[in-house]
């Protein structure tokens, strides 16, 4: 299909400060409502790279309303499984399909899942704000019967808890898990970074389990790797690491947790 929004970045001239937003291709116009979104989650403390994914998903959105003939703020609900069963059955485009040609690929059902809720958000913050009517944010959910409770889950004097919101247009996903490097793995990757900056990252990530953002945005003062940091007023024992999340990070890395 032809692209007809786009997530765009974009840098203030007189701070520098990157941002996100939605334009129309074609004239370059910001999509108001879009931008606001957006806006919102830099509000609520959301890190950069959520928002990039957040603007292309939007876009995306957008796009397939134009190409459909939709108004973007009151879909039906065919046109919403519409959307779902397309991002699945549409061929996507990739920068390395440029080096192989005739290679074909497909969204998963996760990452579909991903954008109809970024669709849902989108459409229920237009809602909020008059954009969007109620009745195009009823379609986005219905009400379910929790048969099985999270350890700890409240369900109430009568288990009214257990009837909760859960989502409409959403693919059901067998959880892949995960896959753990072997030692000897990780032993092979160290001996192969090119330098000790390298070989460091690859251990700290191996042996903490940090997000890589978190990592990279470590400064030297929250790196206490002595048997005792007493001397600094760590009270912590043992090597260890601080996470902390800053909004000033030269290298503009954001912790994702706060």
Same mark, same amino acid.
């Given at each position: 299909?032809?692209?007809?929004?786009?997530?765009?970045?974009?840098?203030?001239?007189?701070?520098?400060?990157?941002?996100?937003?939605?334009?129309?291709?074609?004239?370059?116009? *910001?999509?108001?409502? =879009?931008?606001? &979104?957006?806006?919102?989650?830099?509000?609520? @403390?959301?890190?950069?790279?959520?928002?990039?994914?957040?603007?292309?998903?939007?876009?995306?959105?957008?796009?397939?309303?134009?190409?459909?003939?939709?108004?973007?703020?009151? #879909?039906?609900? /065919?046109?919403?499984?519409?959307?779902?069963?397309? /991002? %699945?059955?549409?061929?996507?485009?990739? $920068?390395?399909?440029?080096?192989? #040609?005739?290679?074909? $690929?497909?969204?998963?059902?996760?990452?579909?899942?991903?954008?109809?809720?970024?669709?849902?958000?989108?459409?229920? &913050?237009?809602?909020?704000?008059?954009?969007? #009517?109620?009745?195009?944010?009823?379609?986005?959910?219905? #009400?379910?019967?929790?048969?099985?409770?999270?350890?700890? &889950?409240?369900?109430?004097?009568? @288990?009214? $808890?257990?009837?909760?919101?859960?989502?409409? +247009?959403? +693919?059901?996903?067998?959880?892949? @898990?995960?896959?753990?490097?072997?030692?000897?793995?990780?032993?092979?990757? %160290?001996? =192969?970074?090119?330098?000790?900056?390298?070989? +460091?990252?690859?251990? /700290?990530?191996?042996?903490? @389990?940090?997000? %890589?953002?978190?990592? *990279?945005?470590?400064?030297?003062?929250?790196?206490?790797?002595?048997?005792?940091?007493?001397?600094?007023?760590?009270?912590?024992?043992?090597?260890?690491?601080?996470?902390?999340? $800053?909004?000033?990070?030269?290298?503009?890395?954001?912790?994702?947790?706060?």
């Amino acid at each position: 299909m032809d692209v007809d929004f786009v997530a765009e970045r974009a840098v203030s001239p007189v701070t520098g400060v990157v941002r996100w937003v939605v334009v129309d291709a074609g004239s370059f116009d *910001l999509h108001t409502e =879009a931008v606001a &979104f957006l806006a919102s989650l830099r509000a609520r @403390g959301c890190s950069p790279n959520t928002e990039r994914a957040y603007a292309g998903r939007v876009a995306l959105y957008l796009s397939y309303c134009r190409m459909r003939g939709l108004d973007w703020r009151t #879909p039906g609900f /065919l046109d919403l499984a519409g959307l779902q069963r397309w /991002l %699945i059955e549409t061929p996507v485009q990739h $920068r390395a399909d440029q080096v192989r #040609p005739g290679a074909v $690929r497909y969204r998963s059902r996760g990452t579909a899942n991903a954008v109809m809720t970024v669709v849902g958000e989108f459409l229920r &913050f237009g809602a909020v704000h008059g954009w969007v #009517p109620a009745a195009t944010t009823a379609l986005l959910s219905q #009400p379910k019967l929790l048969r099985f409770t999270p350890p700890g &889950f409240d369900t109430g004097e009568s @288990g009214q $808890r257990r009837q909760v919101e859960a989502a409409v +247009f959403r +693919f059901k996903v067998t959880e892949p @898990g995960y896959e753990d490097l072997s030692d000897e793995q990780i032993r092979r990757m %160290i001996a =192969a970074a090119p330098s000790a900056r390298d070989r +460091f990252l690859i251990a /700290l990530l191996a042996c903490t @389990g940090l997000r %890589i953002g978190e990592a *990279l945005g470590l400064h030297r003062g929250d790196m206490h790797l002595l048997a005792s940091s007493r001397v600094v007023g760590c009270g912590v024992e043992g090597p260890h690491v601080h996470v902390r999340r $800053r909004m000033d990070n030269p290298n503009g890395v954001l912790a994702k947790s706060r």
